[in-house]
């Protein structure tokens, strides 16, 4: 049987970075799930359809083709067999997602990929609802988390490093946005699983926050 890594938590708690260094370290996959969330975005962002457009997005998104591939252990995320890594990072996109993930269509759809891989794969997969729903069986679970301010200033460091516009306070209020979204959506919504181990990567640095994760992985797996 496959073994996996759930990881969960809410946006700029520092899930991709961690899962990515976890992941390299016991040569398992790392499966970003956030990013089909956002390759779905896209879709129906350039298909011009409303966040608020339920239909249109129950409708649009059985077309939507997404898979995942593997270059050099980089994820790609393929939308109707183009790589759209370059597209998905965006504010829009993200804000996109968190709107279009409460639909249940869209989640069945990709939960149901993201099962497969994992099925077939030793994972390290982040998300919002790995632990709770995507792989309710995992043996290691963890629900990272930091303070909203430490995760905006994280943003918004990132976006500065690429040289993108930001605005701290925006970033902060889109973040509070997005979480309050995440957290009290119907279907599947982003909470601790009870066998989750709780880490606030607040005060920790990246090597701390990988380590304890191993550290979980080697006792559990
Ligand atoms: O982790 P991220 O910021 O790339 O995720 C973008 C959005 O996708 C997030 O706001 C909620 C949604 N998402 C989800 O509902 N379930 C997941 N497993 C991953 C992401």
Redesign the pocket.
């Known amino acids: 049987m496959s073994r996996s890594v759930a990881i ?1 938590g809410p ?1 700029g708690a520092g ?2 970075t961690i899962a990515k260094l976890v992941a390299k370290e016991l040569g398992f996959i790392y499966v ?7 390759a779905m ?1 896209l879709y129906l962002l350039r298909k011009g359809i409303d966040r608020n457009d339920t239909d249109g997005i129950e409708s649009a998104c059985e077309l939507a083709d997404i898979s995942l591939d593997y270059v050099d252990g980089q994820q790609i995320v393929l939308l109707m067999g183009e790589n759209v890594n370059g597209y998905i990072r965006t504010e829009e996109v ?1 804000n996109m ?2 709107a279009s ?1 409460v639909n249940p269509k869209v ?1 069945e759809k ?1 939960v149901s990929l993201q099962q497969k891989l994992a099925s077939e794969k030793d994972v390290v997969m ?5 632990g709770t729903v ?1 792989l309710p069986d995992s043996r290691c679970k963890i629900y990272l988390t930091a303070s909203t301010a430490v995760r905006a200033k994280r943003r918004y460091d990132e976006l500065v490093a690429k040289g993108a516009d930001a605005d701290l306070a925006q970033i902060e209020a889109d973040i509070a946005e ?1 979480d309050e ?2 957290m009290t959506r119907e279907h ?1 919504p ?1 909470r601790r699983a009870e066998d989750a181990v709780l880490i606030d990567s607040s005060d920790m640095t990246i090597e701390e926050v990988k380590d304890r994760i191993l550290e979980e992985a080697g006792k559990k797996l």
């Open positions: 969960d946006a899930k991709s970003d799930t956030g990013a089909m969330y956002r975005a993200g997602a968190s993930s989640r990709l982040d998300g919002r609802d790995i995507v997005r979204r995440d599947s982003l």
